[in-house]
Structures are given as C-alpha cells and as structure tokens.
C-alpha cells in the first residue's frame, strides 16, 4: 500500500494543461517525489505526449526504472489518458481495432516496466452514455484481459456511472485483472453517494484517487468541496481494501508545486491514519 502522486503535479502545468505528460521535466519529478517524502508516482500516457514518453522505448525505460530506483520512487500504475482522445467505447471498427492494438502495445511496456496497473478513463469525453457505449467496452475489455493476465498488468477502470450500473458493468466483467478505481472527486461532483458506491462495488475497488470537487464542477483544494473523503477512507479501511492512494489533487501556485505537495500529503496522511490505514510508515 502505498501514497502516491499523479505525474506532473510536482512540476508547473505543461503547456497550461492541468494535466498531462511532463514531455521536458519528466525526470525531474522522482527526485521532487522523494523530496516530498511520497513511495510512488502514476504515470500518464496521453495522446499528445506520446511520442515523447519514455515508457515508448527501451532506453526510456530503462531510465525511468535508473531514476526509480536511484530515488526509492515506484512507477506500478500508468492512467492511460490515451484514451480519452480515442475513447474504447465510442469507436467504429476500424477505430476500435487500432485502439485495441494501442492498448495490447501499453500493456507489454507495462510488463517490461514492471507495472502492475493502468488506469482506463471511461469519463467525460470518453465516458459510457448508452447500452451500446457499455455493450463496446464489455467487449473489448474482454478481448484483453486474457492479455492483462499474461503480462502481469490489472484494468482499473475509472468510470462517471452510477454506483448501481458501474457494479452491473463490473459484473459482465468477473476477471481477477479487472478492478474499479474509485475517485473521491469524480464521484462528489456527480452527486455519488459514498456508502451506495462502497456498497454496490467496494469489493473490487483496485485503487483510489485522492482528489476533491464540487458537485457538478470542477476539482478544489482538499477539504473545499462536496468530497467526504475521511468517511470514503474509513469506509475502505472497513472493507479491507489493500490497494494504494494516489493524490490527484487540485493544483496550487505555479511554482510552489513541491511544498502544495508536502501539505496534501501530511493532511492525506492524517486521514488515512485518522482511518484505520498505516501508509506512508516508509518514509
């Protein structure tokens, strides 16, 4: 179990984009992640920065696991935000075999770089609208567990249904490698009630992003918006989830990245503590 950060949240907004692959400073993160005393780090592949992300070659690879080691920061998780400019479900034939292709290639760098899980996006642009959007990704997440399996790498998938029609989605899908993530931020802007959600799927909720939001808007420092995340950690602790903690949180003054980063960490890791969970006891 272990507190990480989603990648690009220690350096300023690339290209004033709230987030995305650090295509210039990406290195520079695994030293400001142990400086902010976090065990790991999620790594973004996204459509516009892909050409430039090492997890793409060997040699960046073999950087990526250099720095990782050289800064005792973890790289196990990859948010494939590919695929929110080429949705899963929302693709013709054509469309959805080369996105398939893309996800079977990710899923073998993943297996080289040691990571264990990629989060699939199915929200805002990419999100599931219809029984056709869902009967779309029921399939095609079908056709690469098998592949998930073999390369050691679980599906999480990240989702703006409701609690009842996520765990139907999750059900179409009893795989070992095929979990939730749960995102605190997501759910309190959709008006998502914690216990329902806990209660309908918490059993195969994989990993969790730490993030706040106001109902029906946008995400907000920690503790200012409609999220309860003390009671969505207690009611995890009180589950026995085992996963990690990843804090996709709201950004703060360009150029303050690392102390922005010291402070949601000190005041995540009271809540978890507050919580029941023992994280972060590494550092």
């Given at each position: 179990?272990?507190?990480?950060?989603?990648?690009?949240?220690?350096?300023?907004?690339?290209?004033?984009?709230?987030?995305?692959?650090?295509?210039?400073?990406?290195?520079?993160?695994?030293?400001l992640?142990?400086?902010?005393?976090?065990?790991?780090?999620?790594?973004?592949?996204?459509?516009?920065?892909?050409?430039?992300?090492?997890?793409?070659?060997?040699?960046?690879?073999?950087?990526?696991?250099?720095?990782?080691?050289?800064?005792?920061?973890?790289?196990?998780?990859?948010?494939?935000?590919?695929?929110?400019?080429?949705?899963?479900?929302?693709?013709?034939?054509?469309?959805?075999?080369?996105?398939?292709d893309?996800?079977?290639?990710?899923?073998?760098?993943?297996?080289?770089?040691?990571?264990?899980?990629?989060?699939?996006?199915?929200?805002?642009?990419?999100?599931?609208?219809?029984?056709?959007?869902e009967?779309?990704a029921?399939?095609?997440?079908?056709?690469?567990?098998?592949?998930?399996?073999?390369?050691?790498?679980?599906l999480?998938?990240?989702t703006?249904?409701d609690?009842?029609r996520?765990?139907?989605?999750?059900?179409?899908?009893?795989?070992p490698?095929?979990?939730?993530?749960?995102?605190?931020?997501?759910?309190?802007?959709?008006?998502?009630?914690?216990?329902?959600?806990?209660?309908?799927?918490?059993?195969?909720?994989?990993?969790?992003?730490?993030?706040?939001?106001?109902?029906?808007?946008?995400?907000?420092?920690?503790?200012?918006?409609?999220?309860?995340?003390?009671l969505?950690?207690?009611?995890?602790?009180?589950?026995?989830?085992?996963?990690?903690?990843?804090?996709?949180?709201?950004r703060g003054e360009?150029?303050?990245?690392?102390p922005?980063?010291?402070?949601?960490?000190?005041?995540?890791?009271?809540?978890?503590?507050?919580?029941?969970?023992?994280?972060g006891?590494?550092?």
């Amino acid at each position: 179990m272990r507190l990480a950060v989603m990648q690009g949240r220690l350096l300023p907004p690339s290209d004033g984009c709230f987030q995305c692959f650090p295509r210039v400073r990406w290195k520079e993160e695994f030293s400001l992640a142990a400086e902010a005393s976090l065990d790991a780090i999620e790594w973004i592949y996204d459509f516009s920065g892909e050409d430039e992300n090492p997890i793409g070659t060997d040699d960046g690879l073999a950087e990526m696991r250099r720095l990782a080691e050289e800064c005792n920061i973890a790289v196990v998780s990859v948010c494939a935000d590919y695929f929110m400019e080429c949705p899963l479900a929302k693709a013709d034939a054509i469309e959805s075999k080369e996105r398939i292709d893309k996800l079977l290639w990710l899923l073998d760098r993943c297996k080289l770089a040691g990571v264990r899980r990629v989060v699939i996006p199915f929200v805002d642009n990419s999100r599931i609208d219809n029984d056709a959007d869902e009967a779309r990704a029921v399939e095609v997440l079908r056709r690469v567990l098998g592949y998930a399996e073999g390369a050691n790498t679980e599906l999480h998938l990240e989702t703006s249904l409701d609690p009842q029609r996520f765990a139907s989605l999750l059900d179409k899908l009893p795989h070992p490698y095929l979990k939730a993530n749960y995102d605190a931020g997501n759910s309190a802007s959709l008006g998502y009630d914690v216990l329902e959600e806990i209660a309908a799927y918490g059993a195969r909720i994989g990993s969790v992003h730490i993030k706040d939001r106001v109902r029906g808007g946008g995400t907000v420092p920690l503790g200012t918006g409609n999220a309860d995340i003390p009671l969505v950690l207690s009611e995890l602790f009180r589950i026995g989830y085992k996963g990690d903690f990843v804090m996709q949180i709201a950004r703060g003054e360009a150029g303050k990245e690392l102390p922005w980063i010291r402070h949601n960490r000190d005041l995540v890791l009271g809540q978890l503590h507050a919580a029941g969970f023992g994280v972060g006891a590494n550092r």
